[in-house]
């Protein structure tokens, strides 16, 4: 009985936070300052979760994305994507770590307790075809974006998603305790 009120009171404290709150542009606009914008609000939105907090893309929606920065230190958090995410594919807009790496599209880093789910409907298209030509080319480094870079965590669930046509990987995880991966779709 103590169990069940204790998760009871869990579930009372937890905040949904929709990325369209944020002025987020999930219209499927697919122009590269609206990946950027799309980029910027995410890890906002990220960095500044409470513990519970739920950050949820809606069924219908569709979001263009290139990363801001990756997210160090979130904890006890789910990303539940049940539209359709899209890396953008314009790459001299992406930054570079280093000058032979690539940031990640999903970069968590030092974090615990973190779910990130699809519900079975969410799609991650990393429009990698433009990427892995570059590359065989010569004309950009070899550590190309990973979709989900997850390192030096503890606690971590990536289920019920797809994921299509990775720019180099499409979960990579490094340093983590207790990683689960399960009902993904990868092509």
Known sequence: KIVLFLLSIRKTFTKKI???D????????????????????????LQNTTQNDSIILMENETMYFIPYSYVNSIHNVS????????????????????????????????????????????????KG???????????????????????????????QIQLFNGPRFHIYGDNILRFKARYIKIW
């Open 18 to 20: 929709y990325l369209h």
């Open 22 to 45: 944020f002025q987020a542009k999930l219209e499927g606009q697919s122009d590269t300052e609206s990946a950027l914008i799309n980029g910027n609000i995410f890890w906002n939105v």
């Open 79 to 126: 990303i539940i994507l049940e539209g359709n995410i899209i890396l953008h594919d314009n790459i001299s807009a992406w930054n570079l770590l280093d000058e032979d790496k690539y940031l990640s599209a999903f970069d968590i880093r030092n974090s615990t307790n973190i779910t990130i789910s699809g519900n079975y409907n969410g799609v991650i298209e990393g």
């Open 129 to 159: 075809a433009n990427w892995w030509l570059s590359f065989f080319l010569g004309k950009i480094p070899r550590q190309r974006p990973t979709i989900i870079d997850i390192s030096d965590s503890t606690d971590i669930i990536i289920e």
